[in-house]
Every structure is written in structure tokens, then in C-alpha cells.
């Protein structure tokens, strides 16, 4: 056991963990970081990072094979797979060595291990026990859990890791085979990446889910715009489909299904129907790693694998013990754990006294998200249908990429921006994009209801020209029906009464 009391333990290296031991060591804190297997976690190794270095190779195909001659470039495309995960696999390389470095340029001890809070409080520390590669036990003023998820498995699915494969086997470096067929249970943002990406590699895609509809948290017509896209990779969609089993027949997968609306005890005599392929990718969303921390002993709650924490200040049931991120049963996305990091940071750093920090809560109000498919999908704020819950008086701004001159100097004319303000007010409460550089359109937007711009004080600024931003400022100015490359009709008492 070292001797050394660390101002702040983190247990988990995922995009949560990392960046909060980093963020501790920038307010001269001594922090020590516990990974049991990558540095960077699900993000860099096995999700957000080599899933984005896939779709650049997918997006590249598709770019030549749709646009190639239109633009004058002409050559045959033909998919080099070992070498596209190569190149994945030496991106995701390169971000964790960086990761290390980082660590280690702000001088926090990396262990690497399983962490297990063995003991203590908040006025003689806690004891943390690490067993691993590491074998030692640390002891901590603060400590902030950040160990995240891991895909579901579910029983009847059968998950063998060799047909019947999770998002880790699929991105795993050495999965260096294109399926000639391939099954995706799940249309959520896994499914609809994975599919995308396959299907351009060419597979025959067949998705299954069970909703009526796939990513179904988004806008009704980003999710049409995206199907339109689907049908053209002739990526077979299949709705409202309750998945029975999935077995692995030796040399390829069969998935048996019944329609989702047969209510659970009439299963059994129900139509069935029965789907086949080479391999099938498991999609249905992720749960917490929450297991062996000691969270029982320490009397910290958990929530169907979720760790309790309190929304405002994230701590949890035991005073001085932190969580963030996936574990906590939130929003899973990667900037969000973060986010959490920075705000638990705060918290405990302030909680020990003597740090230029101060005690921070929690503000979800504008969570941009991302969906990597062709074309790209963001998001952030409300829906249509959210805004009408609420009683909200909406005024829509849309505008198409095919209308701006960048976009079809690009060739990325397909899908829309679409921009919601209160009529009353002008407050923007929610944006919509697909297409290109969609997410990043949105952090224009983000950026906006954050700091409580108001539609009009959008349409102000000077937006560059020629540049994909400039589908912010046209969908700003459609809201009043002003855009000026779309023919709209013009709300000039809105436009006067939001200048006012
Ligand atoms: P998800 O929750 O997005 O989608 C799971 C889908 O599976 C849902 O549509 C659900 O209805 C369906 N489903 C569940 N059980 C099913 C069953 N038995 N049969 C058929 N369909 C079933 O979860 P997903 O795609 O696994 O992603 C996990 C997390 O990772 C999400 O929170 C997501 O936001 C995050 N993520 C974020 C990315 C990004 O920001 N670009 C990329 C990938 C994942």
C-alpha cells in the first residue's frame, strides 16, 4: 500500500474518467486513474473513435462511387477491409498513447487494474484496492466512479462473440471480414452506424427492431430523410419486430421473430418469421458496469445497475464518492460524461477546500447529439412533437442543403436543418439537422441556447461565404419565412415584433 493520500481517485478511463483526473491536475490536484483495460474506454476503443474512422472509409466509398464522375474524377472503387481496420486500429493506437501522455504530462498515476472502494470516508480518506496488472491499494481524499457501460447481453440472443456478436467483437482489431449477410438487432444509433458503414462495404444489410420506427428519439423527418438513404443502400428495415431467439447455425445466424404488437402471453402460437445471415450484430443498448466497486459495503445505491447519484451535484449516497457518466444510468454519450467530470470535479475539489474551484450543479438543458450515418444526423433541444407537449407557440425555420452553393460545390446536397424558436420570444428550443457536417452545425446551435441567443440574434451574424454554416443562418432566417435562397413566406410581424 502506498502511502501517498491522493487528493482524487478515478475509477474508469473512458472519456468521463480521463478527462476528470486531467481536469483535478489543471486545479493542482494529485490524482491517481484506474483502468482496467484501455485507457480512453468504450469511446476511443471500442465505440465513438473506430466506429468514426470506419465510417471515413465508408463515406469515402460512397462519396466515389455517387459523385465520382459528376465531379470528373473517375476510378473503379474496391474495398481494401484489413486495411481500412488497419488504419482504425492505428488511429485508435495513437489516441490512447496520447491519453498516457497527457496523464502523465500533468503527473497523475495511472494504475492499471480492477478499482474496488474498500473502505474509509471522507475524514481519513478511502481506500481503493486495485488488482490487475497493478496490485496495490491507494488511498483517496475524494473519488469520483466513471466505469461506464458494456452492451447488453440478453439470454435469448445467444451472444457467442462468433456469430452472434456485440459492437466491441465487431470493432475488435482483429474482425478483419466483411459479411456477405449481415443481421442487426436494434435500429438505434449502433444499429443505423453499423448498418450504414456495412452496407457500403457491401453486406446485405437486414435490421430488425422493435419499435415502429428506428432511432426513434429523433424528428419524424430526419428519421424518413434517413430511410430514404437506407432503401438507396438497399438496407432491409424491418419494424415493430419482437426478436424470440437468435442461434448460431454453425456457419451463419437465424433470428426468429413475431410481430412486436402479439401481446407476451399469445407469443408462442403467433406468426413467426424467420431472418438468416452470416453474422449478426447485437444493437438494444448498453448497461452499467457497476459491478464489484464495493458500492454495497460503502452504502452507495444502485438503480437497476445504475448508480444513485444526486442530479444537482452527482455525489452519491456516500458523501465524498462521486459518479459520472454511463454508470449513472443518464444520457450515455461520451460529452456528456465529461461534462459530469468537470461539474464532479468541482464538487469534490471544493468539498476538500484550498483549490480554485467552486461547487457546480448539473444543467442538461442543451445535450447536443450525434448520429454518424450517411448522411450525418444531429441534434439538440426539443422536437416538434416535445414543444407541442409543452403548450410552446413554435415557429420552424427549414432549409435544404441542396439550396446553398457550398453544399452542391461539395456534392452533399441531400437532407435539411431544421430550427425551432418560441413565437412568443424568439428563444431557440431545439434544431434538427442531416446532412453534411450536421453535428456540427448543431454545436452552432448549442452554442446559441446555451448562452440564450435568441433566433434573431442568429440571423445577425455574418456568416462566411461560401460555407456549410451558412445553413444556420438560412434556417434562422426561415423561421420568418426569410431565408433568402428558399422561397418562404414572410412573418413580418414576427420578424418586427422578435426585433423589438
Ligand atoms: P439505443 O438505445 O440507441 O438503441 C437500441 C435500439 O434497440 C432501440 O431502437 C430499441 O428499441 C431496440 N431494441 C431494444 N431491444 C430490442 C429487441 N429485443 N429487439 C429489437 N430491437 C430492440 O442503443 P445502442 O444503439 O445500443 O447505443 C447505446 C448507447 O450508445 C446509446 O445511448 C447511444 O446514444 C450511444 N452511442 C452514441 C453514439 C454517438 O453519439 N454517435 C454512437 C453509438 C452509440
Known sequence: ?????????????????????????????????????????????WGCIPTKALYASSALIQKIREHGEDFGVKCSVELDFAKAVERKNK?????????????????????????????GDTNSGFDIEI???DNTTIKAKRIIIATGSSPALIPAFNI??????????????????VPERLLIIGAGVIGCEFGNI?????????????????????????????????????????VSQNVL???????GV????????????????????????????????????????????????????????????????????YAIGDVTGGVMLAHVASYEGDVAVNNALTSIGGFPTHHETTDYTVVPATIFTSPNIGSVGMRRSDAKDKGIDVAMGRFPFQSLGKAKCMGEEEGFIMILANKDNGEIIGASCIGAEAPELISEIALAMKHGLTIQDVSEVIHSHPTISEMVLEGAEDVFGMAIHRKGRPDLDLHKKLKE
Open 254 to 321: 437465424k433470428a426468429t421473430t413475431c410481430s412486436a404488437d402479439v401481446p407476451r402471453d399469445e407469443v408462442e402460437g403467433a406468426e413467426k418469421n424467420i431472418f438468416e445471415a452470416d453474422y449478426c450484430l447485437v444493437s438494444i443498448g448498453r448497461a452499467k458496469e457497476s459491478s464489484n466497486l464495493g458500492l454495497e459495503e460503502m452504502g452507495i445505491g444502485t438503480e437497476r445497475g445504475a448508480i444513485k447519484v444526486n442530479p444537482d451535484t452527482l455525489e452519491t449516497d456516500c458523501k465524498g464518492i
Open 245 to 251: 431467439s437468435v442461434e448460431n447455425t454453425g456457419d
Open 160 to 177: 457467442d462473440h462468433e456469430r452472434i456478436l456485440t459492437s466491441d467483437d465487431i470493432l475488435h482489431p482483429d474482425f478483419k471480414e
Open 131 to 133: 488488482e490487475g496488472e
Open 1 to 45: 500500500m502506498s502511502d501517498e493520500m491522493y487528493d482524487l481517485a478515478v475509477i474508469g478511463a473512458g472519456p468521463g474518467g480521463y478527462h476528470s483526473a486531467i481536469r483535478a491536475a489543471q486545479f493542482g490536484a494529485k490524482a491517481a486513474l484506474i483502468e482496467k483495460e484501455n485507457l480512453g474506454g468504450t469511446c476511443l476503443n
Open 198 to 238: 456495412f452496407a457500403t462495404f457491401g453486406s446485405k444489410v437486414t435490421m430488425l427492431e422493435y419499435l415502429p420506427s428506428p432511432i426513434a428519439t429523433e424528428e419524424r423527418m430526419v428519421i424518413r430523410e434517413l430511410q430514404k438513404k437506407f432503401d438507396e443502400l438497399d438496407i432491409e428495415l424491418h
Open 91 to 119: 488511429i485508435v493506437r495513437e489516441l490512447v498513447d496520447g491519453i498516457g501522455q497527457l496523464e502523465k504530462g500533468w503527473k497523475n498515476d495511472v494504475f492499471m487494474g480492477h478499482g474496488k472502494i474498500v473502505g
